[in-house]
């Protein structure tokens, strides 16, 4: 008997012993490298995005029901939250591609420097011949191609390069029309020198793509396609 009482003793004097050990051991976060930045906790998106499927069958049916007079076998998704841009055809996602919107978020007005949102459509497409990262100015190729900035460098001008798909807006009040015009303020979809920036907000108010995504998404596409910019 007494030598169980002991056992038990001494092993409460152990649990108590681990316990108070326990609480003093100081929780230590890990040094940042030297010449390496601590990591950027600042996310653009907080939150998981959707799946492939879910995006392609909640859209089609709700353009379906909103435009019922326009067809949407095929149309272009941009998520400004998720900065990404879908290609989405019978009811499937057919390409996603990283993009970047407006450096200062969405809005319509004219001169806002924002990304605008709502229904559209490709109005023009202009770089049926021009190589990757050829240089536009006012929609024509300069002849010219410009450097790609893989790290996040500022290009000395806001340069459009490799493809442009020139949208305009469909719905009036919204996006068509007096000093809220998509198509007046020339918002397009193009490649960008500033390939770095390529997955967060950083354009003047255009849909920002890599060269070489551009030139996929340019393949696929027809003017008259539908484009729907949206917050989410």
């Known amino acids: 008997m007494r030598l169980i009482n002991c056992m038990k003793i001494i092993a409460t004097i152990v649990v108590v012993i681990l316990m108070f050990s326990c609480k003093t051991i100081p929780t230590v976060k890990s040094p940042s490298l030297v010449g390496q930045p601590p990591e950027d906790t600042t996310v653009f998106v907080v939150d998981n995005e959707p799946s492939n499927e879910s995006i392609a069958t909640f859209l089609t ?51 806002s420097m924002k990304t605008p949102i709502g229904l559209h459509t490709i109005k023009h497409k202009y770089g049926d011949d021009v190589p990757l990262a050829g240089l536009f100015k006012s929609r024509v190729y300069t002849g010219n191609v410009s450097p790609i900035y893989a790290q996040k460098i500022k290009s000395p001008t806001d340069d459009v390069t490799t493809r442009i798909m020139w949208l305009q807006g469909e719905e009036p ?16 979809i193009h490649g960008t020198s500033e390939e770095g920036y390529i997955g967060e907000p950083a354009s003047h108010g255009c849909i920002r793509m890599k060269n070489t995504d551009v030139l996929n998404l340019y393949e696929v596409v027809d003017e008259g396609t539908p484009v729907l910019i949206l917050k989410y």
Do not use: T
């Open 173 to 188: 009040g919204i996006n068509k029309g007096r000093n809220i015009d998509s198509y007046k303020r020339y918002i397009y």
């Open 61 to 111: 049916e709700y353009l379906k029901i909103k435009y019922k007079d326009r067809d949407f076998s095929k149309f272009i998704y941009v998520s400004i939250k998720h900065q990404k841009l879908y290609l989405i055809e019978k009811d499937s996602v057919r390409f996603k591609f990283p993009i970047s919107s407006a450096k200062l978020g969405v809005g319509n007005v004219q001169n």
